[in-house]
Each structure stands twice: as structure tokens, then as C-alpha cells.
């Protein structure tokens, strides 16, 4: 009975140390989905300095798309996580304004559109990019300076905001 009464407890120790441990398997799919933009700073022209994540099927493609999801991060979520200073507002606050103002915003967005004016890789470190692969897909993160005020204005300007 002792013999049990010590295996039991053996078992129970064992599992209860086995379940506080520390997950800390990340694939690399979910580890780009969790990630719109984090704010890296604010320059004093009223641009911001972001490190965004985007995908595609080769580094071009992705880089492209990291340029869309800043400029959409700023837009409709804000920059709400990062390191120092930053404006994390978003620019647009009207609730659907992405849908009721779906015709300007696919044009807005097409590749090589408008919104190439605002956001540059002017602050980009080549060597800080990150890359992970999977599922023929590229994933890459670049650092990427999006031209806040200026693409504030141009919303004013073109009527999707009020200033």
C-alpha cells in the first residue's frame, strides 16, 4: 500500500510540474498573422516609423503587401503596440468607413497605387528584415516610414475625413 500511496504521488507531482511548463512552439504562419504594425517611433515631420509584416509569393510581392498593411494599420487600427513615442490613433475612427468608402479604398490600395506616396522604406535597415517561409508563401517584415500627416491631409482634402 506504501509502494502505491509513493507512485501516486509520484504521478501527481510529475503531472502538475508537467502542466505549468512554458509553451513556446511558434509557427511562422501565426506568428506573422498576430502582427498588423508596431510603432518603432515618430519622426518630428509628423511621420511615423513602423516595423509591418506582409506576404506573398516572393520577397517583392511581400515587401509590397508590408507597405499596404502599414498604411492600413495606421488608417482603420492605429499603431497600438511598439517601442517610445508614437501616435497610435487611428486616422479614420467612422465605424465601416473600409466599406462605405470601398470604391476609394481599392483604388487607393491597387498595386503601385496612391498609397505608395506614404509610406516609404526611407528609414529601412536592410539587414533588420526578417523572413519565414511556408506553404510556398514568404513572409517578411521591413521597417517602413508611413508619411501620417500627409496622407492625413490628402483624407481631408479628398472628403473620407473630417479635419
Known amino acids: 500500500m506504501k509502494g502505491f500511496l509513493k507512485i501516486f504521488l509520484a504521478v501527481v507531482l510529475l503531472l502538475s510540474f508537467s502542466a505549468c511548463r512554458k509553451n513556446t512552439t511558434i509557427s511562422s504562419t501565426n506568428a506573422y498573422s498576430s502582427f498588423g504594425a508596431v510603432g518603432v517611433g515618430n519622426e518630428l515631420d ?13 520577397k517583392a510581392d511581400a515587401l509590397e503587401q508590408a507597405r499596404k ?4 494599420q495606421v488608417l482603420f487600427g492605429g ?3 511598439g517601442e517610445g513615442t508614437y501616435n497610435g490613433r487611428p486616422l479614420i475612427y467612422e465605424v465601416n468607413a473600409q466599406t462605405k468608402y470601398e470604391y476609394y479604398f ?12 506614404y ?10 528584415r526578417m523572413v519565414a517561409k511556408s506553404n ?3 513572409n ?15 483624407l481631408i482634402e479628398d472628403g473620407i475625413i473630417k479635419p
Do not use: C, P
Not at 509628423?46 to 516572393?58: E, F, I, L, N
Not at 517578411?140 to 490628402?154: A, F, G, P, Y
Open 46 to 58: 509628423g511621420s511615423m516609423t513602423v516595423r509591418a509584416w506582409g506576404k506573398g509569393k516572393d
Open 69 to 72: 498593411n502599414a498604411i492600413h
Open 79 to 81: 499603431i497600438q503596440q
Open 106 to 117: 481599392n483604388a487607393f490600395f491597387v498595386d503601385g497605387g496612391e498609397y505608395t506616396k
Open 119 to 128: 509610406a516609404t522604406f526611407e528609414d529601412e535597415n536592410r539587414k533588420a
Open 136 to 138: 510556398g508563401l514568404e
Open 140 to 154: 517578411w517584415s521591413t521597417i517602413i516610414r508611413v508619411k501620417r500627416s500627409e496622407l492625413k491631409s490628402r
